[in-house]
């Protein structure tokens, strides 16, 4: 099986599904460090613990340690091997769960906690695409790298199921009659059951081989050639200057995908959906119904694109996707202009409207840039720059999601719930554009013929 650097590693089929599907579960995880708390969030904010901005801030806690996170995760890469990089983030994701379960609403341990949770995401987002990059063939590497966004997908079916579970079992977080020793519980129980999978992905990680791209490195180093590539590379970095176009076009075009793929609101926004659908009009379990449901959307939608991103390119999928995001983003934010402007109150039928207009912007989301955001990230940097390219461009996608999740509450009390929703469709505007006009194809090419039409 030819790999993305042009080498030939001879890995069984059955290797490569265990490969896709373990790699797939760090998606898993990454999509559990968004959901748990939107399922928590209810009893939290019912309990008092914090003001609305202290909340912001530990919801975009996560996304802010997922941008220190990604920040050594090249380094991490290329220092202890790509396996080992993901073996951390396993570790640090589940330290993460009992320092937020024993914080007990203490707001700087919870923030640490929600912090470190985020930081295996920035790890796990850089390492896992560049580790299927490189291992897998481009025939599959679309449907490889997909993988990891349908797993994330599935990890946020995963806890809106366990906050309706949850919900039933203990009751609403809005219920007056439910006792405060109850809710405490209840969301504690969220973040317990949040480990399991963590669990089975740590013990999974050890049956991986190495990335054959890393091994070839090392084995060059045995082999005592390492003088003649350090020579070599003084050579090339003396005629060839990073600040050129074959480097600066792919690693801004990516920069700018990342960006806007967060500039849509999906992670951020995301956090908040049980609170938004409330707001909107859809009481207690019928708002964790709601969003149970936006989330078997995305996990669909996911499955469709992996199935498709192969067939019909990323730039296709991304144009389809962005258009279908600015109406859904439109429909919430028209449904909250209607409440905000006294045309209608806040009722069921308005839930419902937002929570539809929802999953059209979920259902084209995970069509197209859920699955080509980490396909952009991964097959656009050249190999020179891949390792820290990614890192850095991780961390401006993060940077921009921990921004637009941690001024949300303060956000929409100043301009209001529509406006918001508006400027989130406007920002998308630009991603249609830069994917329509300035994003090659890059289906079918190895890494090297992606490479080189940037030269």
């Not at 748990?36 to 806690?61: C, Q, R």
């Not at 994330?152 to 977080?173: D, N």
């Not at 995305?298 to 498709?308: D, G, K, P, Y």
Request: glycine share 12%.
């Amino acid at each position: 099986m030819e790999n993305g650097t042009g080498g030939v590693v001879a890995y069984t089929k059955r290797y490569v599904v265990y490969l896709m599907v373990m790699a797939g579960l760090g998606g898993l995880l990454y999509g559990i460090d968004v959901g748990a708390i939107a399922s928590a969030l209810p009893y939290i904010k019912a309990l008092n613990y914090f003001t609305e901005a202290k909340l912001s801030t530990v919801v975009g806690a996560v996304l802010f340690g997922s941008v220190i996170g990604s920040l050594p995760a090249g380094v991490f890469a290329e220092w202890l091997g790509r396996k080992k990089a993901i073996l951390i983030g396993a570790l640090v994701f589940l330290s993460s769960i009992p320092m937020i379960v024993f914080s007990d609403g203490v707001y700087w341990v919870m923030l640490a906690g929600r912090f470190v949770q985020g930081a295996s995401a920035g790890l796990l987002g850089v390492v896992i695409p560049m580790y299927l990059a490189e291992c897998l063939p481009p025939e599959s590497r679309g449907k490889g790298t997909g993988l990891f966004q349908l797993f994330l997908t599935i990890g946020l079916v995963f806890m809106a199921l366990v906050g309706v579970g949850v919900t039933k079992f203990f009751g609403a977080a809005d219920d007056p009659a439910l006792a405060a020793a109850t809710k405490v519980t209840a969301w504690k129980t969220v973040f317990w059951l949040s480990a399991i999978p963590g669990v089975f992905f740590l013990f999974g990680i050890f049956g991986l081989k190495e990335s054959p791209t890393w091994l070839k490195k090392q084995l060059e180093k045995a082999a005592g050639n390492i003088a003649r590539a350090v020579e070599d590379d003084n050579a090339a970095v003396a005629k060839d200057s990073l600040f050129q176009k074959k480097y600066i076009y792919p690693f801004c075009l990516a920069v700018v995908v990342l960006a806007c793929t967060q500039a849509t609101g999906i992670n951020s926004v995301l956090n908040y959906s049980v609170d938004i659908f409330n707001k909107s009009g859809l009481p207690g379990i019928v708002a964790n119904y709601a969003d149970t449901a936006i989330k078997i959307v995305n996990l669909v939608m996911t499955i469709v694109a992996v199935s498709l991103v192969d067939l019909k390119g990323r730039k296709f999928l991304l144009k389809m996707g962005t258009l279908g995001i600015i109406v859904g983003l439109a429909g919430v934010g028209g449904s909250f202009w209607c409440i905000e402007h006294g045309i209608c109150a806040a009722s069921p039928v308005t839930g419902w409207a937002a929570a539809i207009s929802f999953m059209v912007f979920i259902g084209f989301f995970a069509s197209g840039p859920g699955v080509c955001v980490w396909l952009a990230l991964s097959e656009l940097m050249p190999a020179r720059i891949r390792a820290n390219g990614m890192a850095i461009a991780l961390l401006i996608n993060q940077g921009v999601s921990t921004t637009i999740a941690s001024v949300f509450y303060p956000w929409v009390g100043k301009v209001g719930y529509a406006a918001v929703f508006f400027t989130l469709a406007g920002f998308t505007v630009i991603y249609f554009i830069t994917a329509a006009f300035f994003m090659p194809e890059t289906k079918g090419k190895t890494l090297e013929e992606i490479e080189q039409f940037f030269k």
